[in-house]
């Protein structure tokens, strides 16, 4: 059974940093691309970043790029997202998962960690 564990949110102020860790179980991590999704409230999941299996190629939305870094540890099967210079419109849950899958479905193998931006 798939089980990806996200932690590391929080409340910030705007400008702050925050780093999200997923730890995957139940599937051979280090064979998977995987991505990092949000879902704002209200609002329909978007995609934020993926990183290829062997952590060598990284991909990131404009809304994030240069602010944002992914990576990944196969070792410890774990996926992580550095969060920088935090704004209020990075509000969101966010959630990891196999880059194969649609954006729809993450949210359906952990419950995800809730990152608020706010002064």
């Known amino acids: 059974e798939v089980q990806l564990v996200e932690s590391g949110g929080g409340l910030v102020q705007p400008g702050g940093s925050l780093r999200l860790s997923c730890v995957a179980s139940?599937?051979?991590?280090?064979?998977?691309?995987m991505s990092w999704v949000r879902q704002a409230p209200g609002k329909g999941p978007e995609w934020v970043s993926a990183i290829d299996s062997r952590g060598s190629s990284t991909f990131y939305a404009d809304s994030v790029k240069g602010r944002f870094t992914i990576s990944r540890d196969n070792t410890k099967n774990t996926l992580y997202l550095q969060m920088n210079s935090l704004k209020p419109e990075d509000t969101a849950v966010y959630y990891c998962g196999p880059r194969s899958r649609p954006i729809t479905e993450f949210g359906s193998w952990g419950q995800g960690t809730q990152v608020t931006v706010s002064s």
């Open positions: 139940g599937f051979t991590f280090r064979n998977y691309d």
